[in-house]
């Protein structure tokens, strides 16, 4: 019984799911045939959503026929990005069916975010039914009305000169209509080929190595371009280039060696050129972007640095035309056009002769030391360089080697022979020191230019005795081993630097004194007292306060990375980031801005690289910056005293002081200033590999009277003192106009070796 009335339950459950089902598809087909009205609605909130499919399955089949879906879709997407598309309304007027047929009349209104509203009164709209269902008769009419099949919609732009770069004295870093001098040669003519190389090298801003492999490409008699570069630099260049290179204005035999013509030129065609950017076309994968900023697909645009970041005020606003055009270049229809607004100048901070002599100082430190040294591409993967006014943020220089010429990025250019220009692009993009990355503001283990902030932490905590009252039996014994165990240290013995350089220990030292010396076992002794003492995190906050692990934001610059301050899970590790090794990573940017703070009593400014928006060429002043601070240290002042006084005994002591033999009474010339400095040599790879260390120099200048902070950042070289510190004092020298000391002249003469690193060892620090 039971089971019989289960079965009539089941039985009446499937006959009225049976009949759910057909009501169902009852009302779907209802709702799928609709009205004309209904239909043309659903198309239209279609279009609003992009949605081309769900449009498409309204077209009615013949129509289909005549358009496939690809050809169908093709065609809004160039309309909508022709139009600047932004949405459309309609308001039906009048329908009119007949039969299977229907017309619906209608006004329509499209939103474009180039154009504003572009009205299109008086359309059509063609129905038919098929199975009993209405779908639209669709053309490309149905997009806007008149653009028959071999119309087309084309948008063009009217763009004023784009508007000059000017550095902080008002000189032309970039100069739209500029003159530019290209160099042109003969191989076989050439005069002295090792001296000529070398004057291209260091004129251009390249390496030997390229220089010589551009003339590889061409047999003693093809007449073929070198390159460009300005009035300026060619005048610097031009008794040298005739001697050596047979390159001259007045030697025109198988044709001009110099010749002229006017562009957008970038002074020193490379010195600056991780800052400036570069105009080119638009790329294809941001078309859609740009033609919605009023840009067509022939454009050049911004690509990179200040042209790209700057592009509104650099290029302005272009008088922009929509129209309708069929064959024979007849207007069918104005649909909308817009006004422009002038290009307007952008000033920056750069110091255009200063950063011309960094971006050298760093071109011909390679040169020197890349025929057997550390200069060599095979090890050393770029630089950079950042000068800094200490007083309010303003960056004065930023460098980053390998550099390139901005204007082969110009597809446009013609000025480049098609070998030079093919072979240059080729080596942008499979240098593996990756030429287009801004080095300034990528980010690196920082090695011992870090412990100028575990020196603050230690000091202000109160973790080890400084100041002027502290007796000599206080002080620190820093012997060539250390061992943490006390602190859950776990690496057991640790050796210091001195160790792997066969040098005697450093004794013992004053707080003061073990950051001039860089005295290994005290910082990792004060790492493991601040991990123990005051918590794990405590050290990398005082980093922090300096503005280490986040961006500077500095505005006008792209891609800066944030560095790497993560909190350290034992002692080990909280031991090893002391000394700036480890899970540490800083930019240079953030080092020399830390190094401002120090050198201004404690003040961290926001850097900055645009000085004013406007106030040249007759144009109006738009914005001007205003410096920022970001932080104040509030470190007594007794702590920043003891981290100066540390600082400022580098460059002196001839005993303690690590780049003392670069910038001490005994180099030749010695310096007309004083300055402070701190060294870092940074592991880059892991303990018992060969890969080279990061050279660091942080300073400041001069000592007492501080004016200025700097930082060189050598990847994959040597020691700080050895390569980063001598092109730190090339650039302090023209700073402060003092005769230039020549660069060691072991760079040149000796084959490269690889920087010791005692066994077992987690940080190679000087």
């Known amino acids: 019984m039971l089971k019989n009335n289960m079965l ?60 496939p879906k690809a050809v169908f879709e093709t065609r809004y997407e160039g309309a909508e990005l022709a139009m600047g598309f932004g949405s459309v309304a309609t308001t039906l007027t009048e329908t009119r069916i007949q039969g299977i047929s229907a017309e619906l009349h209608y006004d329509a209104t499209i939103t474009s975010t180039t154009f504003g509203d572009i009205p299109d009164p008086d359309r059509t709209m ?15 009419m149905d997009i806007l009305r008149d ?10 732009n009217d763009f004023l000169p784009r508007a000059n770069i000017y550095d902080t004295n008002g000189q032309s870093l970039v100069q739209q209509g ?10 076989g003519e050439i005069l002295n080929q090792q001296q000529c190389y070398s004057t291209l090298a260091e004129m251009m801003l390249r390496s030997y190595g390229e220089i010589e492999q551009i003339f590889l490409q061409y047999d003693d008699e093809t007449y073929f371009q070198l390159g460009e570069t300005d009035p300026e630099t060619y005048a610097r260049y031009t008794q040298a280039l005739s001697e050596s290179c047979n390159i001259s204005e007045n030697n025109t035999f198988g044709g001009d060696r110099i010749a002229e013509f006017t562009d957008r030129n970038y002074y020193g065609h490379g010195a600056a050129a991780h800052v400036t950017g570069f105009v080119g076309a638009i790329p294809q994968e941001e078309l859609a ?12 645009v911004g690509r990179f640095g200040i042209e790209r970041t700057q592009e509104s005020y650099l290029a302005g606003l272009p008088a922009s035309r929509l129209q309708m055009v069929a064959p024979g270049e007849i207007v069918i229809r104005d649909l909308g056009s817009t006004t422009s607004s002038p290009p307007t100048p952008v000033q920056l901070t750069i110091d255009r002769d200063l950063q011309y002599v960094v971006a050298k100082a760093i071109n011909d430190a390679y040169n020197y030391a890349g025929e057997r040294n550390w200069g060599q591409s095979s090890i050393s993967q770029g630089a950079a360089a950042v000068v800094m006014d200490i007083h309010t943020g303003a960056v004065l220089a930023m460098a980053s080697y390998p550099t390139f010429d901005p204007r082969i990025y ?21 240098d593996a020191r990756e030429p287009l ?6 980010q690196y283990t920082p090695g011992s230019v870090y412990k100028i902030f575990t020196t603050a932490a230690a000091a202000q905590e109160g973790v080890f005795p400084f100041g002027p009252n502290v007796t000599e039996d206080q002080r620190f014994q820093c012997d060539l081993i250390w061992n943490g165990a006390q602190y859950g240290d776990t690496a057991g013995d640790r050796p210091d630097w001195r160790v792997a350089d066969e040098i005697a220990a450093a004794g013992p030292v004053y707080m003061w004194q073990a950051l001039s010396t860089s005295c290994n076992p005290f910082f990792w002794e004060m790492g493991g007292r601040l991990y123990q003492q005051r918590g794990a995190n405590v050290n990398l906050s005082y980093a922090q306060r300096f503005g280490l692990g986040s961006p500077t934001g500095i505005v006008g610059l792209e891609n800066e990375n944030s560095g790497n301050l993560a909190a350290p899970n034992n002692p080990s590790a909280a031991i090893n980031n002391a000394i700036g090794q480890g899970d540490v990573q800083v930019t240079p940017l953030q080092m020399v801005t830390a190094v401002a703070a120090v050198a201004n009593n404690g003040t961290v400014w926001q850097p900055y690289i645009i000085q004013q928006i406007g106030g040249f060429d007759g144009t109006d002043v738009v914005s001007v910056t205003e410096p920022t601070v970001v932080n104040e240290l509030q470190l007594d002042q007794a702590v920043l005293d003891e981290i100066r006084r540390g600082m400022c005994n580098v460059p002196v002591d001839d005993v303690l002081g690590t780049s003392y033999r670069t910038f001490g009474p005994d180099s030749n010339p010695p310096p007309s200033y004083t300055s402070c400095g701190k060294t870092g040599t940074a592991q880059a790879g892991a303990p018992g590999t060969t890969i080279p260390p990061h050279s660091w120099y942080v300073s400041y200048a001069p000592a007492d009277n501080p004016q200025i902070a700097t930082v060189v950042l050598v990847r994959y070289s040597r020691e700080g003192s050895e ?3 001598p092109i730190t004092r090339r650039i302090l020298d023209y700073y402060f106009n003092a005769p230039t000391w020549p660069y060691p002249e072991w760079w040149n003469n000796r084959d490269y070796v690889q920087v010791a690193v005692p066994s077992g060892f987690s940080g190679t620090e000087r």
């Open 8 to 67: 009539k339950i089941h039985h009446s459950a499937r006959i009225w799911l049976g009949l759910l089902a057909i009501l169902l598809l009852i009302g779907s087909n209802v709702l799928a045939q609709g009205t004309p009205e209904e239909v043309f609605d659903q198309f239209m909130a279609a279009w609003n959503e992009h949605n081309f499919e769900a449009m498409y399955a309204l077209v009615h089949p013949q129509a289909q026929e005549m358009y």
């Open 178 to 187: 500029g003159r530019i001098i290209q160099l042109f040669a003969i191989k």
């Open 289 to 300: 972007s740009w033609q919605a900023r009023g840009y067509g697909s022939g454009d050049s």
């Open 437 to 442: 990355i801004n080095k300034a503001i990528s």
């Open 410 to 430: 110009n597809l446009s250019n013609t000025g480049y022979g098609s070998v030079a220009l093919n072979y240059l692009l080729e080596r942008a993009f499979s």
């Open 147 to 156: 653009l028959a099949s071999e119309v087309v919609l084309r948008s063009s």
């Open 126 to 140: 063609r129905m038919m039914q098929v199975d009993g269902t209405w779908r639209i008769a669709w053309s490309p």
């Open 723 to 725: 390569v980063a510190a």
